[in-house]
């Protein structure tokens, strides 16, 4: 059977070719639905989702929280991406590209939307002067590895996650060549962290909230149990480096906001005592979802 494919001389969108995500995705922005946000009464409201990309917004707000800086008190609120929500007139205002995470800061006399996760990073560390160095070489070093990871996670995602999880059907090529690209990731991090104990340096900083949710989330079993096939244990730095924050609470509490399993809404450090004590253990079970 020949599965080769021959582009034609204009590409049309067939609605019936997208797999696991045709009822959403789409080659056209904007809104689908008439649907306001809904608005707690903290200084940030968090929409968003309890995927990798979703969770470095969490994590770094309950990171915040963990040091002690009440001023990041937020809402967080479930923006179901496979029913749609990204898609509400609401969310589309607050975020033009549809993508999960996004967050309105209402600290101030005047609301003001930030989207993209490595931008809300970058927002709330220099709001709150933590977890980005305020001098270089430090700041430059870890801004260097948190667009390292921003760059890159769309190979490990929108790549290998896709075409060896969620495509209709598996080929041998896209899986190889995102395979490839994912291991080599693995790598890099790997020997950075055979000469640091962070990414970018000696302290814990949004470059490890950033890559932490996607190296984790294979390193813990993601798109079904691809660690083995990927053999992520010869990483072993990576290894030691993903232990030490699946440990650390803010990044425990993190990962449960707006997350399967966890909580649908957040709005304050209490809300975290609903649920199974197990979920809040140092050591994190495996994902093999």
Not at 203 to 209: L, M, P, Q, R, V
């Amino acid at each position: 059977m020949d599965n080769t494919y021959t582009p034609a001389e204009v590409w049309v969108h067939d609605p019936a070719n997208g797999g696991r995500f045709a009822s959403i995705n789409s080659p056209t922005a904007g809104a689908r639905a008439d649907h306001d946000l809904p608005v707690g009464k903290h200084p940030f409201q968090l929409y968003s989702l309890g995927t990798p990309n979703g969770m470095k917004a969490s994590i770094m707000l309950e990171e915040l929280l963990a040091a002690g800086i009440a001023d990041a008190e937020y809402n967080g609120w479930r923006i179901d991406i496979g029913e749609g929500d990204q898609f509400w007139s609401g969310f589309v205002a607050i975020n033009p590209n549809s993508k999960i995470p996004a967050l309105v800061d209402r600290s101030g006399a005047e609301p003001f939307r930030v989207f993209e996760s490595g931008a809300i990073l970058i927002h709330l560390a220099e709001k709150f002067g933590a977890l980005l160095p305020r001098e270089n070489p430090a700041r430059a070093e870890t801004l260097s590895w948190l667009m390292w990871q921003i760059g890159g996670a769309p190979f490990i995602g929108g790549g290998f996650g896709h075409f060896y999880k969620y495509a209709p059907e598996r080929y041998k090529y896209p899986i190889d060549r995102y395979a490839m690209e994912t291991k080599r990731q693995y790598s890099v991090a790997d020997m950075q962290l055979a000469k640091t104990e962070f990414l970018a340096g000696a302290e814990y900083s949004i470059a490890d909230i950033a890559a932490y949710p996607w190296l984790s989330y294979l390193w813990h079993g993601g798109y079904g149990g691809a660690d083995k096939f990927l053999a992520l244990h010869e990483y072993e730095n990576v290894g030691r480096w993903v232990k030490a924050i699946d440990a650390r609470p803010g990044a425990i509490r993190g990962r449960l906001v707006s997350a399967a399993g966890g909580l649908a809404e957040r709005h304050s450090a209490d809300d975290f005592d609903t649920l199974d004590p197990a979920l809040l253990a140092p050591v994190r079970q495996r994902v093999d979802a």
